[in-house]
């Protein structure tokens, strides 16, 4: 039994209606980046693919480069093994060795083969760095869309400009956009001010906010007297903003949590949803990850525990140079 009390959100312009918190699931196959539990944390994913389910929150994001297709195959059995309704939303990779359009129907055929599926839910560009011309590549997409292979369109990791002009040139070939990736989180907020959250709003574009518990500082994971992290990649991902740094913002948010009964980890989830284009999705390991994950989807948090996020989390309000120069 699916829990309805999950609320939901529209992906964009389209039919896709799904739990207001996703699932991002780049740990269920990629062990190269995510090796950083060191036995620590247990995984189980059948059962944190259940609980997911079992809570409402039916959105799955997946990529072909997670674990070299291997997410895409653990969730292509998962679903094969339960078979009640699941919206996955996968990613092709633009790369050197992919400078022919063929290379985009081999890329959709191979995700539709390790998916198990005979047409994808929502198809995303990974970055916007190809060989293949934009115009090109997004044409591509829209003839799969209508040879039914895809349901939806969307990118990830474009700026404004960039967006603007996916959403321009997939129209003319009578196909939404239907979202931008991008990540969103209290210590990176540069889409309010970059111009990408204006401009989902604007062409009803949903901004899927990756990172939104920026890879566990939010949730404390790596907090004083708390572990350190063993991978490279993570290292260098939490090397700009430690523990120590974001100090203030963690207080806030434990202040926050507590007074409304949650964990801090939920509260910078419940804190992306106050803006009702942004559709967040986390990863998860355990059943226990995966609930807690959706309940913060039920969170109400008042406006003076807003404002006080708002305050803490104030400096990492900014644009790169190079966004704002682009924005004009």
């Not at 090796?35 to 994913?45: A, K, M």
């Not at 400009?161 to 239907?178: E, F, N, T």
């Not at 001010?193 to 790596?222: F, M, R, W």
Request: proline share 5%.
């Amino acid at each position: 039994m699916i829990d309805d009390r999950i609320p939901r959100r529209r992906i964009g312009a389209s039919d896709l209606e799904v739990g207001a918190v996703g699932v991002g699931t780049w740990q269920w196959g990629d062990q190269r980046y995510w090796d950083d539990h060191d036995g620590q944390e247990p995984t189980d994913i059948d059962a944190t693919y259940h609980a997911t389910l079992d809570r409402g929150a039916n959105f799955l994001d997946t990529a072909e480069l997670y674990g070299f297709g291997e997410s895409e195959r653990v969730i292509g059995k998962l679903r094969t093994d339960d078979s009640r309704p699941a919206v996955v939303a996968t990613k092709y990779m633009p790369s050197p060795t992919r400078w022919r359009v063929r290379s985009v129907d081999a890329a959709i055929d191979g995700s539709l083969k390790r998916l198990g599926v005979d047409r994808i839910d929502h198809y995303q560009v990974h970055w916007p760095y190809s060989f293949i011309p934009h115009r090109r590549l997004l044409d591509r997409l829209a003839r799969a869309v209508h040879d039914g292979r895809i349901a939806y369109v969307g990118v990830s990791n474009f700026t404004e400009p960039q967006m603007r002009r996916a959403h321009a040139v997939l129209a003319d070939a009578g196909v939404p956009l239907v979202s931008n990736q991008v990540s969103y989180s209290l210590l990176r907020r540069a889409p309010e001010v970059n111009g990408v959250l204006d401009a989902c709003h604007e062409l009803d574009v949903t901004l899927i906010a990756y990172s939104p518990l920026a890879q566990g500082l939010l949730s404390g994971k790596y907090g004083p007297g708390g572990r350190k992290p063993r991978s490279r990649p993570m290292r260098r991902v939490l090397r700009a903003k430690t523990p120590e740094t974001v100090m203030p913002l963690l207080d806030t948010l434990r202040r926050v949590a507590d007074s409304v009964g949650a964990t801090a980890g939920q509260v910078a989830v419940a804190w992306t949803l106050r803006d009702s284009a942004v559709l967040p999705i986390v990863g998860a390991r355990t059943a226990g990850q995966a609930e807690s994950n959706a309940d913060a989807a039920m969170i109400e948090m008042d406006e003076e525990a807003l404002r006080e996020l708002d305050a803490a989390s104030r400096a990492y309000r900014t644009a790169s140079p190079l966004a704002r120069r682009l924005r004009g």
